[in-house]
């Protein structure tokens, strides 16, 4: 085991720092008195070509430049700071590209995108046309494999390991690494351990870097954490037993004693029973911001063969004093004044979806005792705070688990809860056999709240709710909701929930048009559309939050406008009763036009035996980059002048049309 003594924390003296629009209007570091090392380095061999001593040097600006970077533009910032004097020692130890790292989630990636080329494009991080939020493969040969979702690092490296050592010429000559870079957080997804149980039975040559703050975007949760927890406390207890070692000779009654009682309280106190009973080997754990340390165990495990797992703790923060004390708040973050933190946020003129469901949430439990509330790790960003702290008891976090989260909620409705899944829908994806199997399929009472539906935005293709409508609506015994305001969601949600078998509730991110909220909890008829305008010769089915940008061209266009307000089951009476006193259809959604909402208006029309011209506008069969919301849905083409040049050019004779339907 290697150990080593906690150091004290170090800060950035913010106060020294530029302003960073003094600094980041420039597209490149030509002030290189104030960062000497880190300008000089434009791939990682030119870090591997400095002695060891210089490193620490060179740890100290890139934290720097991290913390006035992100200032500059916002983005993910807490956990790179955690993984900076991590990240240049991987890239000192091991030859990248090379040899293969492999980040998990992709949070803790800004100090491996800036020692790796991108260092003056930092600061168009997530915007259009800027760098990726998260390692891609498209983007540089040394983000080897593309990542969005957590705790797929130990898959994919073990992957990458088992070809290299099986295909004919893929390891000629000095077999090269293959390093997994997990956080805790992540660790606690079944397929982490998944992998790990695979790679111990095959014994690749394969490293896992376990880095340990104790965080994932909030709190970690279950009894993994609580036996991290121990390890972090190992460290007073590691310390006094070095010392102890030193003092006892080693042949000695006492010193064999001494060495049978350590392997013993090994097993107690840190998991390393738990990681080389998986066929790891385990190393640590020994802090992560000690670079002399880090060397030396990377070093030292790189020689060893088969699997092995190097426990690093760190600090989510670290070297940013506000990040430290706060750190689910500076686990992202938009621009700011590094020298005076977060401005406090004054709240938005409306509420945001989110905050509609939280407060639903909140009412509906008060209304009804069988309310459970189920969250997969995201409890701040699905809105379930005030929840969490009003209802403990009815409130689960599962942690980055979300296969269990849904079967879980299974397993509630069997004995009579009511449950209510808070899950984005992006995270709903990797929990579809669960959907399917434990709860559709048994017609258990399961309400999905599905946030950050549709176009999300910055975050890129890896997050966007492109998909839900199209995997969730070929489900049987599936109610599918799409609200068009604040006040529809709220309706929806009480709907969803006061039906008997599964529901969904899809909303987007951020705020809507600003409807009144009724403190009710009142309930929609189920399946029945709203008919928003009264045109002719075009029907335009709107779904969802495309209701506003609708009927704006509803009302350029002297189209009629519905609301379509379900999914599934769709109000087919109001579809056939338009269709034949229309001459053409238009539906819009922001999902996934394969296999979408407009899909459904076209099998009913088939099924009715009705024939008529349908524009189907939604979302493209790609995947769409990163940037704004407005930005990703004009790309799509699902803005305002996108819709109305479709429905345009698709139709040139609207004239014509609406003559004939008056």
């Not at 100290?60 to 955690?82: C, K, P, Q």
């Not at 995108?113 to 991080?125: A, E, P, Q, V, W």
């Not at 080897?144 to 797929?152: D, I, K, L, R, Y």
């Not at 997990?182 to 695979?198: Q, V």
Request: neutral net charge; aromatic residues 8%; contains cysteine.
């Amino acid at each position: 085991m290697i150990v080593c003594r906690p150091q004290a924390t170090r800060h950035v003296h913010i106060g020294a720092l530029a302003p960073p629009w003094l600094w980041f209007n420039n597209t490149r570091m030509n002030e290189l008195t104030r960062y000497p090392l880190l300008a000089n380095i434009e791939s990682p061999a030119d870090l591997r070509r400095l002695p060891d001593d210089q490193l620490p040097g060179v740890a100290d600006e890139l934290r720097r430049y991290l913390i006035e970077a992100v200032a500059s533009s916002g983005g993910h910032f807490g956990a790179g700071l955690g993984v900076v004097e991590l990240t240049v020692a991987l890239h000192r130890v091991f030859d990248t590209p090379t040899d293969r790292l492999v980040w998990d989630v992709g949070h803790q990636c800004y100090p491996h995108k800036i020692l790796t080329g991108r260092r003056d494009r930092i600061t168009t991080i997530k915007k259009k046309d800027g760098l990726a939020p998260f390692p891609s493969r498209e983007e540089s040969e040394y983000d080897t494999f593309g990542v969005g979702h957590s705790s797929t690092s130990i898959s994919a490296a073990l992957g990458m390991a088992i070809a290299a050592q099986r295909l004919p010429g893929k390891d000629v000559g000095e077999p090269r690494k293959f390093v997994a870079i997990i956080g805790d957080g992540a660790m606690t997804a079944g397929m982490a351990f998944e992998a790990l149980n695979h790679g111990g039975g095959i014994e690749p040559n394969m490293l896992v870097v376990f880095n340990d703050n104790g965080m994932s975007i909030s709190e970690n949760v279950g009894a993994l954490t609580k036996m991290m927890a121990r390890a972090m406390a190992s460290r007073t207890l590691n310390s006094w037993r070095e010392r102890a070692k030193r003092a006892i000779p080693k042949q000695s009654f006492l010193g064999r004693w001494f060495k049978r009682w350590e392997e013993h309280a090994k097993g107690m106190f840190v998991p390393s029973t738990l990681f080389e009973e998986l066929g790891f080997h385990y190393t640590g754990p020994i802090d992560g911001h000690d670079l002399p340390q880090l060397l030396h165990a990377l070093r030292t495990v790189k020689e060893l063969p088969g699997p092995q797992l190097l426990h690093v703790i760190t600090t989510k923060g670290k070297g940013y004093a506000p990040a430290e004390q706060a750190q689910i708040e500076y686990h992202a973050v938009g621009p700011f004044d590094p020298q005076a933190g977060l401005a406090k946020k004054s709240g938005p003129a409306k509420p945001t979806y989110t905050d509609v469901f939280s407060d639903w949430l909140c009412d509906q439990a008060a209304a009804d005792p069988r309310l459970l509330g189920i969250t997969p790790a995201m409890r701040e960003g699905s809105g379930l705070v005030r929840f969490s702290k009003e209802y403990p008891q009815r409130y689960f976090d599962v942690a980055i688990a979300e296969q269990h989260a849904v079967t879980l909620a299974a397993g509630m409705a069997c004995e009579g809860a009511k449950p209510v899944v808070a899950i984005y829908s992006t995270f709903l994806q990797r929990a579809y056999d669960q959907a399917i199997h434990d709860v559709a399929l048994q017609n258990l009472d399961v309400t999905f709240a599905i946030d950050r539906a549709g176009v999300v935005g910055p975050d890129g293709a890896t997050h966007a709710g492109s998909f839900d409508l199209s995997f969730l609506r070929c489900l049987p015994n599936m109610l599918i909701m799409a609200p068009a305001d604040e006040n529809e969601c709220r309706m929806m949600l009480s709907t969803g929930f006061q039906h008997q078998g599964p529901a969904a509730v899809r909303y987007p991110r951020g705020t809507g048009p600003g409807a009144v909220l009724r403190p009710e909890l009142d309930t929609l008829p189920i399946g029945k559309a709203e008919l928003r305008r009264r045109g002719h010769g075009l029907a335009i089915l709107s779904f969802g939050a495309m209701l506003a940008p609708a009927a704006t061209i509803a009302a350029e266009l002297d189209a009629t406008l519905v609301n379509m307000r379900f999914v599934k089951p769709l109000d087919e009476s109001m579809i056939v009763e338009l269709a034949r006193s229309h001459a053409a259809f238009v539906t819009l959604e922001d999902n996934a036009v394969a296999g979408g909402a407009g899909s459904g208006v076209a099998e009913c029309l088939a099924a009715h035996g009705i024939t008529l011209p349908i524009l189907h506008l939604g979302l493209p069969d790609v995947y769409l980059d990163h940037g704004s919301r407005e930005e990703v849905l004009s790309m799509a083409g699902l803005d305002l002048p996108g819709i109305r040049n479709a429905i345009r050019a698709r139709f040139p004779q609207l004239g014509a049309l609406n003559q004939a339907s008056a």
